[in-house]
Every structure is written in C-alpha cells, then in structure tokens.
C-alpha cells in the first residue's frame, strides 16, 4: 500500500497523476521540484526502502529512448530500451537494480504520450522492426492496475507499423492484456526460474505456475509470448532441476508458438554487485564462484560446472537450439543473429 | 555494532519530559553540551537555531563508536497557522528558509502523527501564512545527520506550540514540557519502531576471527579488507568447512594466503537455501 506520493511540481495537474493521487485518498502527497531530489540523492537504504517504498510522479524529459547494450536484444537491427517506472514491487535478490538506483522508491513518468511520440519518430528514421524493450529498470505489469501503462502503450503502438514492444513481466496482471486485441507488434515475454529458484530469491513474485497460468492465457488470447530464462542462477544438481522445471513449462507453454526464448547467466556489473554486498553482506548468492569480465561479475556454479550450459541443454529438448538467444554468457557460443520481425 | 538512538532538542524544557519518560541520566563525560543517555540512547540538549542543532548531531556521531548505527529524531516545538495547540507532527520535508535547500525525510514504517512540510528559519518567525510548520533547528539537524545515516533514520517529530506571535508570549517552560510530555511516550514507541527496523535491515556481515592470520603475516591495508570479504564468502558457502582451512600449514606469505583462500572459495558452490536473506 503506498502512503506517500511525491510529485513534481510541474505535473501536479497533470491528468494521468491526478488519477493516480486520487486512488490513494489516505497518502500523503508531497510536492518536489524534480524526482531526482528524492531518487538520485545519496544516504538512501535500498533494502529499508524496500520495505516501505513510496512513488515518485514525474515527467520524462528526452532522451526517453535509448539504445540497448549489446548481447540483451533478441536479434534484430534496431534495439531501444525506455522506462515509463523505475524499480518494481518485487524483490528478487538478484536485481541488479538494487545496485543501479539509490532508491527503491518507483518512480512513474506520467508523460506517456511524450514516450509514444518519441518513439514514433525513431521509428520512422529505421525501415526494419525496431524492437522496445520497456521492461529495463522495472517490471513492466506489475504496476498495471496502478500505472495502465500496457493499456495504453500496447494500443498506441499498434499504429506504429514497425514498432515491437517487449513486455516483460513476472507478474500476473494480465486484465489490461486480456481486454486489448492483441497485435503481432507486442510481445508478451514472462521471466521464469525453477520453483526452488523463485521461492528462495524472488520475494513477493507469483509462484511458478500462476506465471505459467498467467502465460498461457496471454498466449490463447492471441498474443505472443516469450520465455525470459535469465538470470540462469548458478545450482547444484542442476541437470535434474532444469529438466523438471523445462517440463512442468512447457506442460503448459505450447513450445511452437512460442516468439522467442532468452537464456542468461547470472552476471552484475562490478559496482552494482559491491553495493548489492553492502547491503545484504549475509546472502550466499554473491559469494560463490565468479568471474571477472570487462567490470562484469560473472556467477557460475563450480569450476567446470556451467549452470547455463546444462540449462541449455535442457532447454533445447523443447526448442529448437538456433531459438535460443544467449544474453552476454562465459561462453557464449556463436549463435548468428536471429531477426525476430514479428511480421 | 549497535544501534543508538539520539533525540536532540533545543530547549531544556523540551529534554525535561523525555528525560523523564526514556529515564536517562546525565553523562558527566560530555563537555560543551548537555547530553542525558542509558544504554544504546542518548539525548542532546543543543540550544535554539540550526548550527547548534547540527553542532549536537556533530558531537554525537563524533564521540561514539564509528560503527554505530545512528537513529536521529529531532524532538521540539513548532508554529503553525492552524494546526491544533498541543497536537504531533512530523515533517515530510525540511525547506531551510535562508539557503533554499530542501531535505526529504523518508518513511519506511508507519508514522505516529501526520506528516507536514517544515521550514526552518535563521531567525524568530511568526509569520505563518502557509501550511506549513516552522522552526530554527530542523534543517541543521537534517543536513548533519544525514552524513551519519541514510534518510530513512532521520526525522523532526514537532509538538504544535502556538498559531500566532501573540501564542508565543503566553508560552513558559511548564507549558512546553507539558506539551512535550504528553506526547514522549508516542515518540519512545516510533523510535522502538526505527531501532527494530535498523536493527533487521542494517545487520553487519558475518565475521569469522581474523587474528590469528594477522598475526603470523604482514597483510596491507588493502589485504586485510580483502581478507575481510574472504572470510564473509567463506562462512556463508563453507561453513561446514574449518576456517582458514590449511592456510597456516600450506601458505608462506599473506599474498599466498589470499590466493589459497580465494581458490578454496572457487570450488564451493552455494547451496540454493543457504542463500535466503530476505
Ligand atoms: S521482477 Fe525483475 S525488476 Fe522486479 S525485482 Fe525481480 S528482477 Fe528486479
């Protein structure tokens, strides 16, 4: 439950933030002259904020686009990421966020049209798909009911003709998908991991099998899917775990309509995993083998023991292995670019 | 570590009441100031205006262990045009009237009171034509504080003390620590709440001795803070296993140390539910 909205100063009449205040009739609204004065200031706990996060109503100014780091797209020319939130209600420990923002306040960009408008014009300036990942530094359903954001973005790019929008999720706030006509320019991409994976380090997500249920409805509704395996988290036995986790997936999940599958290893850039230490010193997960890579720590479960390769392999009993999309891995293997134009 | 809660107020009338309810004593060691403490608590009796507020957080974190984990409430009375005389608020924002500079306390656990925005003045002030509370300590105390702890631990709580400059002449001493007294035993419970929620999410790392390699090595500074982390890692993925291991009788020099350590860790897998700090 949110009991403080901070706004800025700017947007306090803005429409969107108006109904957002007005659904939280007992918060305490406190206006700022930029979210950066809350958000980006030092002396915050991530972890403590965690606990009680407030939301921060904002407007986006440009750049609101930006250009995806290489190795996280799904194979096409023209990869962008923007984010209308920032963090997310969930607390995998995991999350390169805590170690990315100051804060776990979320802080929403009430200025939806700006993004829809500058995304637009990117488009236009590329004749091939250009693929929009919203789902960066947030989840992108989670805060549906809250935020609208899949109702509105999924319809105002559907005008856009080569506009694809990822939406990633591990939630199940599906109602906004289920009531708009699907369109082949969205995909609907859940994040999934082995149950004993979520129930130990993804706090506060839906188990395994409502995400799965929450999938297959999307996926009969007529939209596309795709499985999000990343971050691959480094287990023992994991031969055995990947193999009963990839059944009881695509028992629900029908494999061949499935647009795209995503698999990575657990990786933070050295200065995010630094803080994310500082602030759970006492979480095994980051204090088990790794590598070192260009400022990346990667996590890997022992020597000789690649816990993405087994996964893989696994994987690849379902779908076919040129389907597979590695995401920045120890040893990624040459896989040649897949163009995932949805057309 | 601990954690130490420290209440500091301007006025002797105001410390009376809190005195009385945290029971505390005073600590004649302190010089300059007048502090009052029991225990892991301690209150500050700093005078009006905000350097001496931000000059009392200063000696605090000064004379205690460097890693304390400071809880910093602001304690006092405020004006305000037309909030109740007598009633509890606690800012949600701290505007320094002269500087402009604007401080954001945050909430990560309910609060006793309702929050309001607070503007700290250099210098007497009745003019209050907003909705806003006033004061001369808060935004000292704010700005000081937060050098020695995160936002979330950093709050001015007020009493309500006068609508008006003509409130103000009526004000005694007896007043204001009646005013304050009527409301210590809601700030005692929050600063129960804060110090539960430090103490849950602000544990320090596992610690295994160290003593017994520092003593056979020379290890440099920036060794030891690697040795530190090795022996955090190692009692959270071996801790089944002897610590250091075999390092006395396979290692010649702290450089040797370190690398045999960190090769032992490279061959330990964590165990999924080992790993569930929540
Ligand atoms: S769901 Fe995604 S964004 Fe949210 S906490 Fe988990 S990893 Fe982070």
Redesign the pocket.
Same mark, same amino acid.
């Given at each position: 439950m949110i009991d403080t909205i901070y706004v800025e100063a700017a947007i306090t009449g803005h429409p969107r933030a108006l109904s957002i205040i007005h659904r939280f009739p007992k918060a305490r609204v406190i206006e700022c002259t930029s979210y950066q004065e809350v958000f980006n200031r030092r002396q915050q706990n991530f972890r403590v904020q965690k606990t009680h996060p407030a939301l921060i109503l904002a407007h986006k100014s440009k750049p609101r686009l930006h250009p995806v780091p290489e190795g996280q797209h799904l194979g096409a020319t023209h990869n962008y990421y923007f984010s209308h939130l920032l963090n997310?209600p969930? /607390?995998?420990r995991? !999350?390169f966020?805590q170690g990315m923002f100051a804060s776990a306040n979320y802080v929403l960009f009430v200025n939806y049209e700006d993004f829809v408008t500058e995304i637009a014009d990117v488009c236009a300036t590329h004749s091939g798909p250009v693929h929009l990942f919203s789902g960066y530094d !947030? /989840?992108s359903l989670?805060l549906e009911p809250l935020s609208n954001f899949a109702a509105h973005f999924v319809a105002a790019l559907a005008e856009i003709d080569n506009a694809v929008l990822e939406l990633r999720t591990?939630s199940t706030q599906i109602r906004s998908l289920l009531k708009t006509s699907p369109n082949p320019g969205t995909i609907v991409a859940m994040?999934l991991a082995p149950e004993s994976v979520a129930a130990n380090l993804?706090h506060g997500?839906p188990p395994l099998g409502e995400r799965l249920r929450a999938m297959r409805r999307v996926q009969d509704h007529g939209f596309k899917v795709g499985l999000r395996f990343d971050p691959i988290i480094p287990i023992s036995d994991a031969a055995s775990v990947f193999r009963h986790f990839f059944a009881q997936v695509f028992a629900e999940i029908n494999s061949s309509s499935v647009h795209s599958v995503t698999l990575g290893g657990f990786r933070l850039p050295k200065a995010f995993a630094k803080r994310m230490v500082r602030l759970y010193p006492n979480e095994a997960l980051f204090a088990g083998p790794r590598d070192e890579l260009n400022g990346t720590l990667i996590y890997r479960g022992d020597v000789g023991d690649n816990t993405v390769a087994i996964a893989r392999n696994e994987l690849a009993r379902y779908i076919s292995a040129d389907k597979i999309l590695l995401q920045h891995s120890v040893d990624q293997p040459e896989i040649p670019p897949q163009d995932a134009h949805p057309q | 570590m601990h954690t130490l809660t420290n209440l500091i107020v301007a006025l002797p009338s105001e410390a009376a009441p809190l005195i009385d309810n945290f029971r505390l004593s005073r600590c004649t060691k302190a010089r300059g100031l007048k502090v009052y403490g029991r225990d892991n608590i301690r209150l500050v009796i700093a005078g009006v205006g905000k350097i001496a507020a931000a000059a009392a957080v200063g000696y605090i974190a000064g004379t205690e262990p460097a890693d304390a984990r400071h809880i910093w409430i602001n304690i006092g009375i405020a004006g305000h045009a037309t909030l109740p005389k007598g009633s509890l608020a606690i800012a949600h924002r701290i505007i320094d009237r002269a500087t402009g500079a604007t401080f954001y306390p945050a909430f990560a656990c309910p609060v006793p009171c309702d929050s309001y925005s607070l503007t700290c003045h250099d210098a007497p002030n009745t003019a209050y034509a907003d909705a806003e509370m006033h004061d001369m300590e808060s935004s000292g105390f704010f700005a000081t504080a937060s050098r020695f702890s995160s936002v979330e631990f950093i709050h001015s709580i007020k009493v309500i003390s006068d609508n008006s400059a003509r409130d103000i002449g009526l004000l005694t001493r007896e007043i204001i620590s009646e005013m304050i007294g009527v409301h210590a035993a809601t700030v005692k419970s929050f600063a129960a709440r804060l110090e539960c929620l430090a103490d849950s999410h602000l544990a320090p790392g596992i610690a295994l001795p160290l003593e017994a390699l520092l003593a056979r090595w020379h290890f440099t500074a920036t060794q030891q803070s690697q040795l530190r982390d090795i022996a955090r890692r190692w009692a959270l993925v071996r801790a089944d296993h002897e610590w250091p291991g075999d390092a006395f009788a396979r290692c010649k020099s702290s450089r040797d140390v370190i690398s045999h350590l960190n090769a032992e860790l490279e061959q330990t897998p964590i165990q999924l539910s080992s790993s569930a700090e929540s």
């Open positions: 997310c969930f /607390d995998c995991y !999350c966020l !947030c /989840d989670a591990k994040s993804e997500a | -």
